[in-house]
C-alpha cells in the first residue's frame, strides 16, 4: 500500500458525459500527479499540482482539467467523454517538487465510456 | 521532449533464468531514472531510482540496473527469477528542473515466468 488513496476503483459511463475522480495524497506530500494508461498510448502523464497550484501539464486534453484543494486532496474532471477516454487513470504524489522526485501511485480508477 | 523506448514488449523466461530488460532514454539534461513494477491488478511500485552517484542502483526483490550515461541506458536486472515476478515492468524518466516533474514512460514489458 502506497498510501495514495484513489476513488470510484470503477467507474462505468456514456460518452458525452462527466466524471470526476479524487485523489488522497500520502500524508505530508503536496505534489499530485494525474497519469492516463491506455492500451494504445500506455502511461502518460496528464498534469501536476504542487501545494494547490498547477506546475506542469503534459498530454492533457482540453476537456479534462483537475485542481488540488486546501487540504492538498486533487480531482480529475474528464468532460464530453468519448469512447477513447475509457482507461485507468492513476493518482501519484511526492513530497515536494525537486530535482529528486519518487513518486507514488494510487491503485487507479479504471474509467469505462460505453 | 523526453522519450523512452524499452525494447522488449513480451518476455518469457523460465524460474531461475537470469533477466536483463533493456531501456534507453532521450534527454538532452541530466536525468532522473526509475524502473516501476506492475503486478496484476494492482498499482505502480516503485522498484529502483537513480538520481546520481554509483551507476549501479540495487532494488527491492533482488532487482538493480546500471545506469550507462554514455549510451543512455538503464537495463534492469535480476540474475534469478521467480514465478512472483510476472508483471509489467516501467522504466520512466523526467529531467533535473525546468519544472515539469511528470515522469515519462516506456511502453512496459510484460514479463511472464513459467514455473
Known amino acids: 500500500d502506497s498510501g495514495v488513496t484513489q476513488t470510484p476503483k470503477h467507474l462505468i459511463t456514456a460518452t458525452g458525459q462527466r466524471v470526476t475522480l479524487r485523489c488522497s495524497p500520502r500524508s505530508g506530500d503536496l505534489s499530485v500527479y494525474w497519469y492516463q494508461q491506455s492500451l494504445d498510448q500506455g502511461l502518460q502523464f496528464l498534469i501536476q499540482?504542487?501545494?494547490?497550484?498547477?506546475?506542469a501539464k503534459g498530454n492533457i486534453l482540453e476537456r479534462f482539467s483537475a485542481q488540488q484543494f486546501p487540504d492538498l486532496h486533487s480531482e480529475l474532471n474528464l468532460s464530453s467523454l468519448e469512447l477513447g477516454d475509457s482507461a485507468l487513470y492513476f493518482c501519484?504524489?511526492?513530497?515536494?517538487?525537486?530535482?529528486?522526485?519518487?513518486?507514488?501511485f494510487g491503485p487507479g480508477t479504471r474509467l469505462t465510456v460505453l | 521532449a523526453q522519450s523512452v523506448s524499452q525494447h522488449n514488449h513480451h518476455v518469457i523466461l523460465s524460474e531461475a533464468a537470469s533477466l536483463e530488460l533493456g531501456c534507453n532514454y532521450s534527454y538532452g539534461g541530466t536525468v532522473n531514472l526509475f524502473w516501476y513494477v506492475q503486478y496484476p491488478g494492482q498499482h505502480l511500485q516503485l522498484l529502483l531510482k537513480y538520481f546520481s552517484g554509483d551507476p549501479l542502483v540495487k532494488g527491492i526483490k533482488g532487482f538493480e540496473a546500471e545506469f550507462i550515461k554514455s549510451k543512455f541506458s538503464f537495463n534492469l536486472r535480476k540474475p534469478s527469477v521467480q514465478w512472483s515476478d510476472t508483471a509489467e515492468y516501467f522504466c520512466a524518466v523526467n529531467g533535473w528542473g525546468g519544472g515539469a516533474d511528470g515522469l515519462t514512460f516506456g511502453k512496459g514489458t510484460h514479463l511472464i515466468i513459467q514455473p
Open positions: 501519484a504524489s511526492s513530497p515536494r517538487t525537486s530535482d529528486r522526485n519518487e513518486q507514488f
Open positions: 499540482y504542487y501545494n494547490g497550484e498547477e506546475r
